[in-house]
Structures are given as structure tokens and as C-alpha cells.
């Protein structure tokens, strides 16, 4: 199939997109005491921790913002991050069923599972903003770049999740190996603590890591911290690259999709 029928057929299924999204959410807080609250519970229990280990502990500094604001605004972007990509990695094992009896673009499944993350990340705004209003943070025009920030984790999301979701079809090892990557990606990447913290000479390394300049630009939106142009730069181009590879890659395995799986 050439490309442009193959994005054609896209589209003609894109109400299976949401309907897949809708059935995640729903399947997701099926049988929960307290449901779709947990989208806000473990955040702000992860920052709570994370506040108390890096700011009181390790007493590491977080400038003229309280630490607890630091931290929820890079655990913003980075939990729609981990969520849409350990679950798109594993969609299209988890569908396999689906897969073997009817035809549809495979694309669709990962890109679901990125789609129920954006609904994640929304609602958890609003606890940003109950946050900000908690400590007397005065909101600005830049936080109107949320939405295309967020944007951006879901893009750099559905090219990882497109690449290993593929993967993981062929070489089951993969369902270890991407949690255990986020694992310990949560400490890698400037969650807990400030891009300012990072010294120099290892920056052009830490920046490898395509999260830690979309989590600066979060921060830069949210409470004014300035960004690493070379982080954000870096950001833009692993994310365009993982894009452009999920996309290759994903293509030229799908025809295999059914017999592997």
C-alpha cells in the first residue's frame, strides 16, 4: 500500500481511534474504589516523596519557587511521558487478538494509548493549577503553551511507542526492558530536581535524554525557569528523529504484525 493510501486509510478509521482510547479509560478505572481520582492521587503522592527526598533530604535547591511546584512541573510532562509510552510499547501485544481477526492501520493502537495519556495529562493540569493557586504563583500568557507542550511529549511518545511497539511484537524481551528504562528514567531526568544543578561539561550528554528539555520547557512556562536553548534544540531533534524512525520501522513490520504476534 503506497503511503498516501495508507494515511488515507488512517483517517477513514480515525473513529476507531477514539473508540480504543475510550475503551482504555474505561477498562483502565473499571472495579476502582475512587476511579479516575487516581490520575490525580499519584502525582501529587510522588511529589510529596520526591519533594521530601530532594528538597528536605538532600536539601538540593529549587531557586525562588517552592520545591514542591519545581517538582510537579516536571512530573507534568514526565507521567503523560511514561504512561503513553510503556502502554503504547506494549499495545499492539496486549490487542493481539484484535489484530489477528480484523484489518485496520495498526498505527491506530499505539497512537490510542498515547490519545488516553493526553486525557491523563489534562485533567492533572488542573491540579497544577490548584497548586499554583495554593502558593500564591501568579499565572502568565506562557501557560498558554501548555497545550502544544504537551503536544510535543505525545509526539516524542508515538515515536518511542511506535518503535518499540514493533519491537516488542518480534522480541518479547522488550516488555522488561522499556519498563525498567522508565524506571530509571524518572531519576535521570530533571524531575526531582533543576536542569541548573547539572554541570557544564555534562550537559551535551544529560541532553541525550529527549524529556529533560521538554521538562525545562515546561518549567519555563510554568514558573519562569530559564530553559537550555541546547536542551530544548536537542529535545527537538531526538524527538523528530524517534518520530521518523517509529514511523519507518512501524511501516515496514506491520505486514509481519499477525504472524508474529
Sequence with gaps: MSAKAYWGDLWRHRELLL???WRDILVRYKQTVIGVSWVLIRPLLTMMILTVVFGRIANLSSGDVPYAILVFTGLLPWFY???ATAESSNSLVINGNLLSKVYFPRMIVP??????GAVDFVVSISVLVLLMLWYGIDPNWKLLLIPLLGFW???????IGLLFSALTVRYRDFRHIVPFMLQLGIYASPVG???ALIPAQWAPLYYLNPIAGIIDAFRWAIIGQVPSLYGIVSS????VSFLLVGLIYFRAAESRFADDI
Design 236 to 239: 527537538l531533534i531526538i524527538t
Design 193 to 195: 530536581y533543576s536542569t
Design 19 to 21: 473508540f480504543l482510547a
Design 81 to 83: 511521558f511514561s504512561n
Design 111 to 116: 497512537a490510542s494509548t498515547v490519545l488516553v
Design 153 to 159: 511529549v505525545g509526539l516524542l511518545s508515538l515515536g
